[in-house]
């Protein structure tokens, strides 16, 4: 009965690779969110959708891409990979915008790019 | 710029010894802030949502509270089961996104 699940929990590659991560969340949410932890711990937003709609974009390189094929599910794809990608990436819901701070996180992917 | 700063960095207890977290905020226009832990090798979880100056919540041994420009996260006789990498974040107005600060690393040793 996980709620946000993501796959894979690990992610070794290449530079210059191109990889997917994928989220689910079985909460019934309109609101989904990608964010980044580094190595200090900061964790940043990166996108959310909301309904398959594209509410929040940040400053990312435009290599990383999301896409909501429905409303329980946000994957990133991320085109040719740099050293500096690595970190930990995790994938959030929440039942909608207005609720933003109440965010159900998944168990994150730790991706190392070598 | 609008900024949350969280300290200290990390803080040692031991068990039954009470302390508090700070986070401070710079922002216009808050719409709420947000407590959060984490697990080592997991993703965070909620915790407490504060709207205004004055606001508490509670949850066993945790009390948040919240003035204009910083919010405590109170610890009271805590376990070694506290010990997580507790976060805060903001909201605010028109924006749909939080910001979150570096984190306070919690260790209570028996």
């Known amino acids: 009965d996980t709620a946000v699940s993501q796959t894979p929990k690990y992610l070794v590659t290449q530079m210059g690779n191109d990889k997917s991560i994928k989220c689910e969340q079985n909460l019934g949410h309109d609101t989904m969110y990608w964010y980044k932890q580094d190595s200090k711990k900061f964790l940043k937003i990166m996108f959310s959708y909301n309904n398959k709609e594209l509410i929040i974009n940040e400053t990312v390189p435009n290599r990383f891409s999301p896409k909501s094929p429905d409303k329980a599910h946000l994957n990133l794809h991320i085109n040719s990979l740099e050293l500096g990608d690595s970190a930990v990436y995790f994938c959030?819901?929440?039942?909608?915008?207005?609720?933003?701070?109440?965010?159900?996180f998944g168990p994150g992917t730790r991706l190392t790019v070598l | 710029e609008d900024q949350v700063t969280q300290s200290p960095e990390a803080l040692r207890l031991q068990e039954g010894e009470s302390s508090s977290l700070n986070c401070s905020y710079t922002v216009s226009g808050l719409r709420g802030l947000f407590w959060y832990r984490q697990d080592p090798g997991k993703g965070p979880e909620f915790l407490f949502t504060?709207?205004?100056a004055g606001e508490e919540k509670e949850k066993e041994r945790l009390k948040a509270t919240l003035t204009k420009k910083e919010s405590f996260l109170h610890i009271t006789a805590p376990k070694p089961e506290d010990s997580a990498t507790y976060l805060c974040a903001v909201r605010m107005d028109s924006s749909y996104k939080l910001i979150f600060g570096s984190g306070t690393r919690l260790l209570v040793r028996p």
């Open positions: 504060l709207y205004s």
């Open positions: 959030a819901s929440s039942p909608h915008p207005g609720l933003a701070g109440e965010q159900f």
